[in-house]
């Protein structure tokens, strides 16, 4: 038999992609699915501090686990479960029975927890579990500062020890480097462990890479069925299986993986894909955490030339460990020029003033319910403005212009331009608004139609028409009213952005009279008319 092993981690680091929910019938499929392939090691999920459910891969306390369905004498695979330091209490330790299913317990840890962390190592120990200590960022060490981590390691002797790439970014010359040092120094009953993210499409060849050089040691690989992970998603198990069958004598079972892409992941898929994106790339080799180029991939407004730019402006001592406060205020600070607009914004205020103002917005209803908006139109002649598109079938008067990203894709436009601080050079004679004064505090602060509603209340207007704000459908088709303005938000986030909407809208309603013409997702407090 081959000393190669497979861990699968679908259950747990797949989790991300969907916040644990498999739902309790669809978990179990996959575990049992999982046992039949004969996959040697698999990671159910965490252990953390938190109220048990059964649709979840989140477990509140060890016992918890044999609630899946484990012949625990005759089961050929391990079960094992994570643990991120500081999220699992040392008292909901129990010690290992016969009765327990769980086999081993891996625990993830920054560098700064060291000292504290062998502490709960010896505490599981103790218990009489397995162990796999997993250093996250192993990259951000030195050669000294890992040696001297070894060394504690071996004083440990746990089962195995981790290179653990959290951010997706070793190479073939980091791999080999990482592997001699760790190889020389680590007790060789102590076995290596190699866990990957997939942000420069490396995981596959590493392991592989891994698998030639370690000859004395067994070898143990992390991976996701279909590479099931957020952000770029990780080594392929089906695939690391049937290498391993066909260059190192390996047994696994492919078929049962292979049903578990088509009846349980592909469905997760089609929801909330994953996989390999230029964001996620530029993040590996800025050497920064995945979630900096995920939250600019969020915002929908930012070319690609920039996230590159922001990231590299994230601070050495902060890439590996996300900071959200950090990333936003790079984000305002890179693009929130501070202008004087009182001449721009008296100008809006004395040629709107006394007008019905009706806003365009790219929804898909300005196509459906393109009579209503016509006759409200011709029956009001109203001052309309667009709001980061060029309508196809409308006569704007104004284009309202926040985002970057949508701005750099205008090619003509015959109407006046508004423009907010944000949009760098913009064409002559366009009127530019201060950026930051038009934003609010919830996760879609700069959406352009909340920022010009608070505009709008600024200047004094009361009440004003919306058609093609319609919310954010799953289908991706419904949500604009033309294929080039898609974007690639996930599904799982619409609910999410829908619900924050809905909630912003409803605070201005209290200052405008806030009247949709088409059909709205929203749940406002508004005029909606018939």
Known sequence: MSKIKVLDCTLRDGGYVNQWNFGANCSL???????????DYIECGFLKDCEYSYQKTLFSKIEDINKLPVDTEMHLSEIVAMIIFGQFSYDKLVPKTKNIALDAIRVTFKKHEIEDVFKFFEKI?????????????????????LIDLLKQV???????????????????????????????????????????????????????????????????????????????????????TQYINDNYNGQYDIIPILKIVDEHINPIFARTPWGYSVPYYLAATNHCHPNYAKYLVDKQTVPVENINILLKLIPDNKKSIYDANLIKQLYLDKFSDVIDDADTVKYLENILKD??????????SLKSENKKIEKFITDENPFIISLNFIPDDYSENLVFITNLKRFSSLSTYSAPLIVTSNIAEPPQNSLVLNYTSYINTSKMFDNVALMILNLFIKIGIKSVYIAGLDGFSPIAAENYVSNDLINNAKVNEFDERNQIMSEELNKLSKYININFITKTLYEIKCNVLK
């Open 29 to 39: 499929k996959i575990f049992q699915n999982l046992l039949k392939s004969k996959i």
């Open 125 to 145: 120990k103790h218990c009489g579990y397995k162990i796999f200590v997993n250093p996250t960022n192993i990259d951000t060490y030195s050669d000294l500062e």
């Open 154 to 240: 071996n004083k440990l002797q746990p089962h195995g020890f981790s290179i653990v790439d959290t951010k997706g970014i070793l190479r073939e010359t980091d791999i080999l480097r990482l592997y001699y040092l760790i190889n020389n120094n680590l007790d060789k009953n102590i076995s290596l462990c190699f866990h990957s993210h997939n942000n420069l499409q490396l995981s596959f060849s590493n392991a592989q890479c891994l698998m030639k050089v370690c000859k004395d040691r067994e070898l143990i690989i992390d991976s996701t069925v279909f590479g099931m992970g957020r952000g770029a998603g990780n080594l392929c198990t089906e695939l690391i």
């Open 355 to 364: 007008r019905k103002i009706l806003i365009m917005a790219p929804g898909k």
